[in-house]
């Protein structure tokens, strides 16, 4: 079975829409500041697709697009800005920046409760301790995934392959939280096909075509792709052999519209989360 990204972002958008509806009763518009440095082209793509899905649900966005030679402190300079702001709920650095720009000094500028995207140390820190209100969107995505389509999750093997601070660690920490049994796998472990080969939940978060194949996959297994690559013909695919794969799994995201834009619902989530903790604790 096909596991529709696209429809279940769909029905997230539209449950927050009432929320947002609500905020506005009580005086708060929600408002996300998307900061993008330099030009590049799937970033500015990026952008266009988070600022489309605030201007559906009622989200304001404002954008800042500055030049790739923007120094380092002037960048620090705006966050701080928004930081102060209280009509800026959450704020969003577009990564990749530019190599001047040092992306952990930049994730820890932005205020904590203000961190949509949930990079900084402080909430990665709440996040090993269960104690966050925001949760990083593309683990969060694949998790609502799973749970929206009854996926069992408890006491599974879950393997994910890839270990980045943007997904693969985080969602072993949320995967563990849902009492699945976890394996991360990264460009290191040896013998990857027999660790895949456990997983009742195969999570790829690679970046490279075809690492996931049918022969790596058990029978029935949830296969959760995350990647965003480009094959020969120059279309969008993700790590998955997904024509190999899918008569073999129980259930499979395609790329597009599996976790991309569940990643983007989860964006919208956090920032109506940093809103309503605004309205329960102003910081200002
Ligand atoms: P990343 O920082 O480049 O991490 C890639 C991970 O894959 C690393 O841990 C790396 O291992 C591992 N890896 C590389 N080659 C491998 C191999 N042959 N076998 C096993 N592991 C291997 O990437 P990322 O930011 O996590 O993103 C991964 C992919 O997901 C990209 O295509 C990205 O565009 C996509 N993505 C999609 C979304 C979405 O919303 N759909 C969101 C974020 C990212 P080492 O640690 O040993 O180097």
Redesign the pocket.
């Known amino acids: 079975m096909i596991i529709d990204g696209k429809k279940v972002s769909d029905k997230i958008k539209s449950e927050l829409k009432n929320k947002v509806y609500k905020l506005k009763e009580g005086g708060i518009v929600p408002g996300l500041a998307v900061i993008l440095v330099g030009n590049n082209p799937a970033s500015k793509i990026y952008v266009k697709n988070k600022q489309k899905a605030c201007e559906e649900i009622g989200i304001q966005s404002r954008q800042y697009l500055l030049d790739e030679k923007t120094s380092q402190k002037d960048l620090l300079e705006l966050i701080e800005h928004l930081n102060k702001s209280t009509q800026t709920h959450g704020i969003l650095v577009q990564l990749p920046l530019p190599s001047h720009i040092d992306e952990f000094t930049v994730a820890q500028a932005i205020n904590a409760e203000k961190d949509v995207d949930c990079f900084n140390a402080s909430n990665v820190g709440k996040l090993i301790l269960d104690k966050s209100n925001l949760l990083p969107c ?1 683990p969060a995505g694949i998790i609502e995934l799973l749970k929206r389509y009854h996926i069992q999750i408890q006491g599974k093997n879950c393997t994910i ?4 601070n ?3 660690k985080p969602l072993a920490l949320m995967m563990l939280k849902e009492n699945s049994t976890v394996t991360i ?5 040896l013998e ?1 096909e027999n660790f895949c080969r456990q997983a009742d939940i195969l999570i790829s ?4 075509q075809k ?1 996931i194949k049918a022969d790596m996959v058990k029978p029935k297994a949830t296969v959760i792709d ?4 480009r094959n020969s013909e120059g279309k969008i695919c993700g790590d998955v052999d997904f024509s190999g794969v899918f008569p073999k799994a129980g259930f499979i995201t395609p790329v597009p519209g599996g ?2 834009p569940m ?1 983007i619902a989860m964006l919208m989530k956090n920032v109506i989360c940093a809103a309503e903790l605004h309205l329960s604790s102003p910081l200002d």
């Open positions: 593309t392959v890839g270990r980045s943007i997904v693969g796998c990264h460009s290191k472990t990857l978060a690679v970046g490279k690492t995350v990647g965003i690559n976790v991309g990643t």
